[in-house]
């Protein structure tokens, strides 16, 4: 259940990754100061989306960039530049300025996730990989807690400043715990181009990762945009199925991970797919509170282990100085996998029903792991 070695550099990276993604998080609760501000719901919806349009697009230059020229210069860069966009909402009411901090947000996201994750990889032996990915990320579930939970509180007796203010402390954190990362020189390589990050991701084995990664996007998106507005409308409390998400989630990847076998993990994962595309298959039954308990254990049991899993299966055996460039490719799918997919939920809710658009998320996860099984063949 334990990794076999801790160091510094990875426990660095676990926390400074933790209080990033508290900054990170606050910013959910934007829309409520771009609707004090009086904006309309289009575009608080599409400063909102800029953010992930940002990171999707900027993914191959930013992890290029970090293999380049090392993970713990650019994490600095991505620290600095989260803390001056988050202080200057205070100052700036402008849309277009908005979008820009929003922009500027999204490529610190895919430049500070991608490297805090490569560093974390690459300070774990490769039977350490699974259960060390696993308790890495189990870290930024908990940072949703400190981040909206406790921001809402603070908007609510304070105001906006205040809010501001405390999204961004955790990044002046995160940036303290960085300044104490060890990096060798071998860490960078000024030889790496971006169209490199395209080059690494053609390979058959690689793409098949990231095509599952897509498919658990997609069903997570799904989910975790609209089953909100889909049990309210049925007047079912949905603040049970967050809160067992967050607890499942975590104690999952902190003790179980470790007891699934290293043989044959991407067969596991497909088998995590079918049983996660199954719990949402069937999320159009819930009607009651009892049903939606039973969905707020099941279905992040089937997801909490897929993504660590994918990662280590993603990074062991790999160069360190590829690292970067896979932890994009792989975080670029899931956004891809969230932000494209959920767009296309959306129509198929508005032209059919919550009920259709659930069932065809599912059916198209099965049919996702069909299309692997048969390429593998």
Known sequence: MYLKK???????????NCFFFVNFSCFFLLPLFLDNLGYTKTLIGLTMSSFGISSILLTPFCSSLIDRYGKKLLSLIALFLMIISSLSFIYFDNFFVIICLRIIQGAAFSIFFNASSAIASNNLDDEDKQYGLSFFSSFTIFSYFLGPFFSEKLITSYGF???FVYSSIFSVLAFLLIMNLDESPSDSK?????????KIIRDEKIF???FANFLVASGFGVVMNFVSLYLVGKGLSVGYFFAGYAIIVSLSRIFLSSYIRQ???????LLMLLLFSLTIFFIP???SLIGVMAFSILFPATYSLIYPILSSILMIGRDHSI???????LNASFSIGVNLM????GLIADLYSFESMFRFASLLIIAGVVLILIQRR
């Open 161 to 163: 400043e205040e809010f």
């Open 285 to 287: 039954a819930i009607n």
């Open 323 to 329: 690292s970067g460039r896979l932890f994009g490719a």
């Open 263 to 269: 043989s044959n993990l991407f067969p596991k994962v």
């Open 6 to 16: 801790l160091n510094k550099n990875f426990l660095l990276a676990t926390f400074s």
């Open 208 to 210: 098949d990762i990231l």
């Open 190 to 198: 000024v030889q790496i181009k971006v169209s490199s990050f395209f």
């Open 342 to 345: 959920t767009l296309f939920y």
